[in-house]
């Protein structure tokens, strides 16, 4: 009896003890569930950072040009009046088809007082150089002879060049593109009546910055857009054909000549266009989508979500380089393999879950 007390007390306190550990056991479970219900869990769409080819850009805004030999602007070759107009705005003409034709009878009349002029001249010429050979009159009549029949001969060159020029006529084969030529109005050497130009020879004019014109070469790659911004109408891929020297003194830019040898429609003369110049590839670039990014805490800096093999989102600042307008060149913070979040980051919170993420490729 003395030996079975000690043994039934030993018991209870085993027991009791048995007891008090399930309720901290169960204590800390509830805790660690009650913190896992406490950790925010949200669905987004993740990628996987790749190490890819990534190529610099430049942008620049321009216009769509004529290409030089392929374009011509004709005037009236004095004070005249039109006569006839043989074509209008829009339609093809040939090389050497007429165009507008001046009143004629001012310049075949000037033609003919100059050939007269001339011969006169030239006779004037001759009869000096007989009598100052013969020592009739001074060597300087001779020489004052020779000038006249100089000027009547440039007189003459001149007229006749006029009334060639009396009809206008296309030097080129393409399309008339501006027509200023009325019936009956009077007309003058400043003023440009007829633009021709040829549709298949336009070229797009760019300006660009003196530091970023550094960068472009001739042979340059550019995608081109319709408008003044990125995302018009894409009208194709061009190349550089050249690259000015100077800086133009007025916009303070450097011009750049693109030739577009296959536009995907049309191009239209004076046209407002968007180029974006490929400058520099780099073949083993740190590339994530643009969704992904998230401004920083101080202005001007960047993060994204890493998500670990938890289905933890972690924020990470990171370094940008170049972009396009689906794709990011990561300098610093990241790496090739690591899985991100892309939509869904903004709004995200640190440490956050993320159900299910699906990595895709960018």
Do not use: W
């Not at 769509?64 to 209008?88: D, E, H, I, N």
């Not at 027509?179 to 020879?201: F, K, N, Y």
Request: include cysteine.
């Amino acid at each position: 009896m003395m030996n079975a007390l000690p043994a039934a007390r030993l018991h209870r306190r085993f027991a009791l003890a048995s007891l008090m550990l399930s309720t901290v056991l169960a204590g800390c479970k509830k805790d660690a569930a009650a913190d896992e219900a406490a950790t925010p869990v949200v669905t987004a769409k993740t990628a996987v950072v790749t190490v890819e080819p990534f190529t610099h850009t430049t942008s620049a805004i321009g216009v769509v040009v004529a290409r030089p030999g392929r374009y011509a602007a004709l005037s009236a070759p004095g004070p005249t009046r039109v006569a006839k107009v043989y074509v209008a705005q829009g339609q093809r003409v040939g090389a050497g088809q007429p165009l507008v034709e001046f009143d004629q009878a001012p310049f075949v009349s000037a033609a003919n007082a100059a050939q007269t002029a001339l011969r006169a001249a030239e006779r004037n010429y001759e009869r000096a150089q007989r009598l100052a050979n013969e020592g009739i009159v001074p060597r300087k009549d001779a020489e004052t002879a020779a000038a006249d029949l100089a000027k009547a001969r440039n007189d003459a060159v001149t007229a006749q060049r006029a009334l060639q020029l009396s009809v206008l006529r296309s030097p080129v084969s393409g399309v008339v593109t501006r027509l200023a030529a009325v019936l009956g109005a009077a007309a003058d050497a400043a003023q440009v009546l007829v633009e021709i130009a040829d549709p298949s020879a336009f070229d797009v004019a760019l300006s660009i910055g003196p530091t970023e014109a550094g960068a472009v070469h001739q042979g340059s790659k550019v995608a081109l857009t319709a408008g003044e911004k990125a995302g018009g109408e894409s009208l194709g891929t061009g190349t550089v054909t050249s690259v000015g020297v100077a800086l133009d003194t007025a916009s303070r830019s450097v011009p750049i000549r693109v030739n577009v040898t296959t536009p995907s429609r049309a191009l239209r003369l004076g046209e407002s266009v968007y180029g974006n110049i490929a400058v520099e590839t780099r073949p083993n670039a740190v590339v994530i989508p643009v969704e992904a990014l998230v401004p920083g805490e101080e202005p001007g800096s960047y993060k994204v979500f890493v998500v670990d093999k938890d289905g933890t989102a972690r924020a990470r600042v990171v370094t940008i380089g170049d972009r396009t307008e689906t794709k990011v060149e990561i300098l610093e913070g990241l790496k090739g393999g690591e899985t991100i979040v892309t939509q869904g980051a903004y709004g995200l919170s640190d440490s956050a879950k993320v159900a299910r993420p699906v990595p895709v490729k960018p």
